[in-house]
């Protein structure tokens, strides 16, 4: 977390981080001016308080850059392309290695939520892999404004109840669960259609290839993996793999892998002695289980019983 109330503190921070040159147009008093950042190595969240008319130039940052305005007038551009985001608004930029971005504000709070492109490409399951350029999304405005609650929701759970939380940040399988729950709320809230002529992989990995690619998530229960790692490991797309998945299993990859985490959990929770600090909650995140409640519900749906009860037995 980084946090400060000093204008020149933060726009040095924002300069080393961003490579973002910012202008105030007013005197910013020390008390009024906010900044916290909320870092998670592939993603990042910075919260913003600014009283007064500021403006900025971005160098190209080759990431997925969305934008909430809480209060203010906010206007962000890339070339060309320029939006105006009122309160309760977001939008999604994507900024390629030649596309720097510039802005303007006038007393504004905003939250700016900065994704890697790899884990957008990863949560769209491979939709943009085989696309040439950089990143190009068909809007830049969410597709509906359920979808846009949901994804401000999944920012601020992400950032309050993780990010917020020493023990959760440090375990690898949360964080990298964390990174995808960002990534898949991107991906459902902005639409992903790829540009004309995008290629469609709907080959079906035969049984064996299938076979190989549970065989290797099931050796790899504890390893930071998503669909794109499991699919190389196979040597088929992330769409053929997808595909396999439903036809012949009729589940996701990504749901067997948390299935297989589940029950290592499971098999944890009933060797744990909670005599000697085994809880719940640290072997829920021990296999990358971000939300306790959830947990727990997957968890009696599997095996017919609560996770505590299981710890006590």
Not at 24 to 37: E, K, L, P, S, Y
Not at 278 to 292: E, K, M, N, P, Y
Request: proline share 6%; glycine share 6%.
């Amino acid at each position: 977390m980084f946090a400060t109330t000093d204008a020149e503190t933060a726009w040095a921070f924002l300069d080393a981080t961003y490579g973002a040159r910012l202008g105030i147009n007013t005197t910013v008093a020390t008390t009024d001016f906010r900044h916290a950042r909320s870092d998670g190595g592939t993603f990042s969240v910075d919260d913003y308080q600014v009283p007064a008319d500021w403006r900025f130039d971005s160098d190209p940052l080759n990431a997925l850059v969305l934008v909430q305005a809480t209060r203010g007038r906010i206007e962000v551009g890339c070339g060309d392309d320029h939006q105006y985001l009122a309160p309760g608004d977001v939008v999604v930029r994507t900024h390629g290695p030649d596309l720097p971005c510039s802005g303007r504000a006038h007393d504004t709070e905003l939250r700016i939520v900065t994704l890697s492109e790899r884990s957008f490409v990863e949560a769209t399951g491979g939709v943009y892999d085989e696309l040439d350029g950089p990143l190009r999304l068909p809007s830049r405005e969410p597709r509906s404004r359920a979808l846009a609650q949901a994804w401000k929701r999944t920012v601020t759970y992400l950032t309050d109840d993780v990010l917020a939380n020493p023990e959760a940040r440090a375990e690898p399988l949360v964080m990298s669960n964390a990174e995808r729950m960002l990534a898949a709320a991107t991906a459902a809230a902005f639409p992903r259609t790829a540009a004309p002529g995008e290629p469609s992989d709907r080959s079906d990995a035969t049984p064996p290839l299938l076979r190989r690619a549970v065989a290797y998530i099931e050796s790899h229960p504890d390893a930071d993996i998503g669909v794109a790692d499991i699919a190389a490991a196979v040597h088929v797309s992330p769409r053929a793999l997808q595909y396999a998945f439903r036809r012949h299993l009729d589940t996701t990859p990504v749901a067997y892998l948390r299935q297989v985490r589940l029950d290592h959990a499971h098999q944890d929770l009933r060797r744990a002695d909670p005599s000697d600090g085994d809880t719940v909650a640290s072997i829920a995140l021990r296999w990358g289980f971000l939300h306790q409640g959830r947990f727990a519900r997957l968890y009696r749906d599997a095996y017919g019983t609560s996770p505590g009860h299981t710890l006590r037995q």
